[in-house]
């Protein structure tokens, strides 16, 4: 039996009619301090919540929702169908079935999306020591405003475990380095979720050395037949790079200052355009 969906343009082969909206909430990120019971009362909550709100029944969607804030620090996803735990500051509530958590308490967990038997989940203790260990200091330093030092301890998760970090969903998972050029979900919302301020200001100082560049270059003399038009030189670096591996590349920009986040192609934008 096949199931068509005009509108999005889509159809399913499995036997299965419903496209997207239907499937049930997944579980992101960590646990924090929830129990087993917790995660399923929560989870039914969730659905509860979601049912209320296709039948029109805000006012009880809105209380669910008031609960999964303020008893279990939960927040729904409802475009992606998510919902996380949320590590926030203390309040200093002192019922004990207030859950707060401390902010220091932010933790990264093996993405669920990845099977049992993958990398992920059955690499070695002492590796995923060592992975969260470098992810709880690259959070300090995110914590502390040093973005370089942060880039560069991401940089190092995946050149020395494959790691890829989702700052969204506070994940990791391990990825095929043939992979990570592809369309590979969770390398995409990783990549999604390092868009920071680090990046916008790192693509801001580009833009002040290109002027600081064309004023120097400006004040130079040249011979007529040693002048290289601005269009043909940016051809000739651009090939120039797109000959370099992804390491050499974020090399070069970890030596600039500049983030070494994103697709090969991310790489030599960035580079091209100093």
């Known amino acids: 039996m096949v199931y068509v969906h005009d509108k999005r343009k889509e159809y399913r082969l499995d036997g299965k009619s419903h496209f997207g909206r239907s499937q049930q909430y997944v579980m992101r990120g960590s646990t924090y301090n929830l129990s087993n019971e917790d995660i399923e009362v929560v989870s039914q909550m969730v659905e509860d919540r979601s049912y209320a709100k296709k039948k029109r029944e805000y006012h009880r969607s809105d209380e669910i929702s008031e609960k999964l804030k303020y008893k279990y620090n939960v927040r729904v996803d409802d475009k992606n169908r998510e919902w996380s735990v949320v590590a926030v500051a203390n309040t200093g509530r002192e019922s004990d079935d207030d859950l707060s958590i401390s902010s220091f308490e932010e933790e990264y967990v093996p993405s669920p999306l990845a099977p049992p038997n993958h990398p992920t989940h059955t690499m070695s203790t002492e590796s995923k020591l060592q992975i969260a260990r470098l992810i709880s200091d690259r959070s300090i330093y995110r914590q502390d405003k040093e973005y370089k030092m942060a880039d560069e301890i991401l940089n190092q998760l995946f050149e020395n475990y494959s790691v890829v970090v989702d700052d969204r969903t506070k994940e990791w ?25 680090f990046a916008r200001k790192a693509r801001g100082s580009s833009s002040e050395r290109r002027v600081d560049d064309t004023t120097s270059k400006d004040t130079l003399s040249t011979k007529d037949d040693d002048v290289i038009l601005p269009n043909e030189q940016a051809e000739e670096v651009t090939c120039d790079l797109e000959s370099l591996t992804v390491v050499e590349l974020k090399d070069k920009l970890r030596h600039l200052g500049l983030s070494v986040s994103g697709k090969k192609a991310d790489l030599i934008s960035r580079l091209s355009n100093l």
Request: aromatic share 4%; hydrophobic share 35%; proline share 0%.
């Open 173 to 197: 998972k391990v990825v095929d380095d043939t992979v990570v050029e592809e369309d590979d979900e969770f390398v995409k919302g990783a990549q999604l979720s390092q868009r920071s301020a």
